[in-house]
C-alpha cells in the first residue's frame, strides 16, 4: 500500500511554570525536575486535517517507533502529535529510563493537555514550547481523538475519565486487562520503595511482571525476550537492539502502572459527561497483556457498565500484543483510520452546530446591547 508522506517536526514541550515555580525561574533559582522537564515531542500536519490524533505510546519504548503509523494516518488527512512520556525516549530524568519522577500521575492530564495545544502552534527556533495552563485546550475546531496503546491505553482512560466531553473519540489498543490482585502488588512496591527508593530497578519484580508473558510462547518452542510484543520478528529485534526500549523498571515505574491498572476499572475513577462517545478497544488475537476473549470481553463489560454505549470491540487474528507494529500492520493501520473516519463526519457536524450555537448567543447578546 502506497501512500503519501509529510514533514516531521520535532521539538519540545512544558507546562509553562507558574506560581513559586515561576519566581524561582525568574531569580534563577532550582525548581522541581517535574516542573523542569520538557517533553520531547514529534507532529505531522497534513494541509487542510480534517481531524486531530493524539497517540500515547507504551511502557519502555518511545515515540521514534510510531512514525510509519502517524505518517499513514496523516495520509488520511489526520493531524497527528506524539510525545515521549516521562521516563521514556527524549523525556528522561537525570535518574534515567524508566524513572517517571514522583509527580508523574499528577501531571498525567496536563502533560496531555500541553503537548495537545502544541499542535496549533508554529515550532519556533529554539524548538522549546511554554504552554501556559490557561492556553489549554477545552474546545476545538477539529475533531479530538485520543489513542492510547498499553500503558498509553490506561493513560488515555484516565484522562477521557475526567474529560470525556473534550474528546471526539477514545481508541483504547493493547489494553492490559483488570488485575485480581493490584491492589496487594501496589502495596508490596511501596514496600520495596522504603529499602531502594523510586529510582531503584527491583529485577524480581520484572521477572515478575513482564517476563511471565513469554512463558507461552516460550512452550511453544520460541527462544528470545520480548516474544510476546509481536509475531513480527524484525519488530521484535528491533526492540531488543533499541537503547530506549525494554528497560529494567524503576519503583516509580510500577507505581505508576499498577496506580493505572487499579484505577482504570474503578467506577468512581469515570466522571462521564459523554455516554455516546466513540470507543474502540483494539487487540491482538494472543495477546497476553490484553489477555484474550475472556478479558477483552470484561474490559468492553466494564465500560458498558458505567454507561457508555458507543463500543466497538475489535480483535486481529495472529497479533501480539504490539498490533502497530506487526506483519500484518498495513491492514490495522487502515481498520482504526477507517474506524475514526466513520465517525468523523458525525462528531465534526457535532463540532459546527456547537460553535454556530455559540456565535448566535453572541450575536444575540451584542445586539442587545
Not at 514550547?129 to 474546545?139: G, H, L, N, S
Not at 482512560?157 to 483488570?178: E, K, Q, T, V
Request: glycine fraction near 6%.
Amino acid at each position: 500500500m502506497e501512500y503519501s508522506t509529510y514533514p516531521i517536526e520535532s521539538y519540545f514541550v512544558r507546562q509553562k511554570p507558574e506560581g513559586r515555580e515561576a519566581y524561582r525561574l525568574r531569580q534563577k533559582k532550582r525548581i522541581p525536575a517535574e516542573s523542569a522537564l520538557y517533553l520531547s515531542c514529534l507532529r505531522i500536519c497534513p494541509p487542510d486535517p480534517v481531524c486531530t490524533v493524539q497517540i500515547l505510546h507504551g511502557i519502555d519504548e518511545r515515540k521514534e517507533r510510531y512514525i510509519p503509523f502517524m505518517q499513514y494516518l496523516a495520509s488520511r488527512g489526520m493531524a497527528v502529535v506524539i510525545h515521549d512520556l516521562r521516563g521514556h525516549g527524549g523525556s528522561l530524568f537525570p535518574e534515567g529510563p524508566a524513572y517517571y519522577g514522583e509527580e508523574a500521575l499528577d501531571k498525567l492530564h496536563t502533560d496531555i493537555d500541553a503537548v495537545y495545544a502544541s499542535l496549533f502552534r508554529p515550532v519556533p527556533a529554539s524548538e522549546k514550547m511554554d504552554i501556559a495552563y490557561e492556553d489549554f485546550p477545552t474546545e476545538t475546531a477539529l475533531p479530538r481523538y485520543l489513542l492510547g496503546f498499553s500503558m498509553g491505553a490506561l493513560i488515555a482512560g484516565s484522562f477521557a475519565g475526567d474529560n470525556d466531553d473534550r474528546l471526539s473519540g477514545l481508541i483504547l489498543a493493547g489494553l492490559p486487562h483488570r488485575e485480581r490482585f493490584v491492589s496487594f502488588a501496589l502495596a508490596w512496591v511501596r514496600f520495596l520503595s522504603l529499602f531502594g527508593g523510586e529510582s531503584w530497578h527491583p529485577p524480581l519484580l520484572d521477572r515478575f511482571s513482564f517476563r511471565k508473558y513469554n512463558t507461552v510462547f516460550e512452550r511453544q518452542g520460541e527462544e528470545g525476550s520480548f516474544l510476546w510484543l509481536s509475531e513480527n520478528r524484525e519488530n521484535t529485534e528491533a526492540f531488543r537492539a533499541d537503547p530506549l526500549c525494554g528497560a529494567v523498571n524503576t519503583i516509580s515505574a510500577y507505581r505508576f502502572l499498577l496506580t493505572l491498572v487499579r484505577d482504570m476499572y474503578r467506577p468512581a475513577s469515570w466522571n462521564m459527561a459523554r455516554p455516546d462517545l466513540p470507543l474502540w478497544i483494539l487487540s491482538g488475537e494472543y495477546d497476553p497483556v490484553a489477555g484474550g476473549d475472556r478479558w477483552v470481553l470484561d474490559s468492553e463489560d466494564f465500560l458498558r457498565d458505567i454507561g457508555y454505549t458507543n463500543i466497538e470491540n475489535r480483535m486481529f487474528p495472529r497479533c501480539r500484543h504490539e498490533i502497530f507494529m506487526e506483519t500484518d500492520r498495513l491492514y490495522i493501520w487502515q481498520e482504526t483510520a477507517d474506524c475514526i473516519l466513520a465517525a468523523n463526519k458525525a462528531e465534526t457536524d457535532r463540532i459546527h452546530a456547537r460553535l454556530e450555537a455559540e456565535a448566535a448567543e453572541y450575536t444575540s447578546m451584542f445586539g442587545k446591547q
